[in-house]
């Protein structure tokens, strides 16, 4: 049986001289691996390859013997964000958006939400050097996923984490410490009370666009830096590994 949906590519290999092994992350089925035959000739139902970071209309049908590769049949580009392939940062920032996206997500688990975000957010960067929606987004991710922490009052004695001088951030504990609590704790690491307040901000606001509005405006370089170096934290321990395209953020 043939199945229609909209997707975002996530990733792909070219797996012959014809055709791809691809990633896409869809509005009803969540995230698909798939098999396109013959993606890669110019005169097919692919316009000549599934790319990278693209939006489209996907037709795919279940593998054979219940394998989880599906084949991918047809692939319609509906929105390229060609403004990312201008803006090298913004790039960079997009391919570690997708790769988070891949690594914290599983097939066929479906996430409409999630694939609005992912959507939402792409469009903004294409369109300019905004870094909020990309902190955000990450921020947004975590909690879709269940993986956010808890960042409001010290897991071990309860006391309100904001005004204090010495805060850890701890993924074991599942969240912030602080310094009398957090001391003793192994792979714990220290956070500043700007990035918590920022990243409780972005966690509160209802949507990607009152981010702004909650922060009284954008954050600075500084600010920015900190409040990644917070949330990569979280991410590589949530992974126990640092995501491949980290360094492009550098």
Request: overall charge positive; hydrophobic content about 40%; some cysteine.
């Amino acid at each position: 049986m043939l199945v229609k949906d909209v997707g975002i590519c996530l990733g792909r290999r070219d797996y012959s001289e014809t055709s791809q092994l691809t990633t896409i992350f869809t509005s009803g089925h969540g995230k698909i691996r798939g098999l396109a035959k013959g993606s890669r000739r110019t005169k097919s139902k692919f316009g000549g390859g599934i790319e990278l970071l693209t939006r489209g209309q996907v037709v795919f049908s279940q593998g054979r013997g219940g394998s989880s590769l599906l084949t991918i049949t047809e692939w319609l580009v509906e929105q390229s964000y060609s403004g990312l392939r201008g803006n090298l940062q913004q790039l960079y920032r997009a391919y570690y958006l997708a790769e988070l996206m891949d690594l914290f997500t599983e097939e066929m688990d479906q996430h409409q939400r999630l694939f609005e975000l992912f959507n939402h957010v792409l469009s903004n960067l294409a369109v300019g050097d905004n870094c909020w929606d990309f902190l955000s987004f990450q921020v947004r991710l975590l909690q879709e996923v269940g993986l956010f922490p808890q960042l409001s009052s010290c897991l071990g004695c309860g006391k309100i984490i904001s005004g204090l001088t010495e805060v850890y951030v701890s993924y074991t504990q599942g969240g912030v410490l602080c310094g009398l609590c957090g001391r003793s704790i192994p792979g714990k690491a220290a956070v500043g009370a700007e990035a918590l307040t920022l990243v409780n901000q972005m966690a509160k606001a209802g949507e990607l666009t009152e981010v702004v509005a909650a922060a009284g405006g954008q954050p600075g370089p500084a600010d920015a830096q900190r409040v990644q170096k917070l949330l990569g934290y979280w991410i590589r321990a949530a992974l126990n590994r640092e995501p491949k395209t980290a360094y492009l953020l550098r």
